[in-house]
């Protein structure tokens, strides 16, 4: 065949290998991030801190042939639609009440996590992508670590929100996309690439406070003292200190105690002998303290501090026993 033919025949083939290679310029970088709800679970404004974990799911995307990209990403994370601007604490609402939390870049809850454009600053990652035939899609994922703190007493039960969508959360990228050879990655998410691209990923910070007392509240005893000859009233008090949920109706009940007669308190010996007694809601001692809701129980309603209240004791004139000690064991129950 005479060389000019051949270099005829192979002139087609070169512009249709020339022709399946792109361009570097052809490619097409995208990314893409979500992050699961922050939801934290029920808060005890009574107990320890709540920690809770999320998880930012990314993803980028080449599409070309034989390209291959080098992403840098930046993640930032504001203050939310309910936040006041506020990063140190973040806040979430319930109506006009607030509850403190925040969003950490680390598992020991030390590091904001916050946006490009404060001190607390973005999460990076980086992703490498290589296409052979269409696209390809690399992922990854970070942690996001939520507390709320103890030592908020006064908290309003509810259910407390906050909506980060929109401005409140950032994806930044810049790209490197090369077909032959090799590129770095970008120097920064905004700068240093041959490509850029940007998103959001919407999510809320949810938690709920429950209406509740705290089980291990204080309780004084009372003490009538030594006595002689039961001729005479014999007066004592004691403090009992409930401590409920800010906003939150409860009542105090107090049962007849274990040697109760009938409806009739009473303090026994160790000899078997008995003196009896009462307790009462006010200190004129006409109000009998029982345990029937609504009826002869003390209602208040809780701040989230412990709330101190009287408990009147009386032991009334009576037929003087055998000497001795005497002594009952008498329930609180706090209903709510």
């Known amino acids: 065949m005479p060389a000019g033919a051949a270099m005829r025949q192979l002139a087609p083939l070169l512009l249709l290998l020339l022709a399946l290679c792109p361009q570097p310029g052809q490619a097409s970088t995208t990314c893409s991030a979500s992050l699961s709800n922050v939801s934290f679970s029920p808060v005890n404004p009574f107990g320890g801190n709540v920690d809770v974990t ?3 799911n990314y993803s980028c995307t ?17 203050a939310g639609a309910q936040g006041g601007g506020n990063f140190a604490p973040r806040q979430m609402s319930s109506g006009a009440n607030l509850l403190y939390f925040n969003l950490y870049k680390d598992s020991g809850r030390s590091l904001i996590w916050g946006t490009r454009s404060n001190s607390y600053g973005s999460v990076g990652a980086t992703l490498e ?3 052979l035939l269409g696209s390809a899609t690399a992922n990854g994922s970070l942690t996001v670590y939520g507390r709320i703190p103890s030592g908020q007493t006064t908290l309003v039960p509810g ?3 906050n909506a980060f969508s929109g401005a409140h959360t950032e994806l930044i990228y810049q790209y490197n996309e090369f077909l032959l050879g090799l590129l770095g990655y970008p ?5 240093g690439g041959n490509g850029s691209g940007s998103g959001t990923f919407a999510f809320s910070a949810l938690a709920t ?9 204080s309780v004084e005893n009372i003490n009538f003292g030594t006595g002689g000859l039961l001729t005479a009233n014999y007066d004592a008090t004691a403090i009992v200190s409930p401590r409920c949920t800010n906003t ?6 107090l049962n007849n105690g274990i040697n109760a007669s009938g409806s ?3 303090m026994k010996s160790a000899a078997g002998n008995y003196v009896s007694y009462e307790l009462y809601r006010d200190n004129g001692r006409s109000q009998r303290w029982g345990n029937t809701q609504g009826t002869d129980t003390v209602a208040g309603t809780g701040s989230g501090s412990a709330q101190d209240v009287t408990i009147y004791g009386r032991v009334a004139p009576q037929a003087t026993p055998v000497a001795g000690s005497y002594a009952d064991t008498v329930t609180v129950t706090i209903y709510y």
């Open 129 to 131: 992508i290589g296409a």
């Open 248 to 253: 939150t109706p409860y009542q105090l009940g």
């Open 264 to 266: 009739i308190r009473r």
């Open 187 to 191: 120097a920064t998410c905004t700068s």
């Open 62 to 78: 080449i599409t070309s042939i034989l390209s291959s990209s080098r992403v840098r990403m930046c993640f930032s994370i504001g």
């Open 159 to 161: 259910s407390y929100s």
């Open 209 to 217: 406070v429950s209406a509740q007392c705290d089980p291990s509240f």
């Open 54 to 56: 999320a998880t930012l």
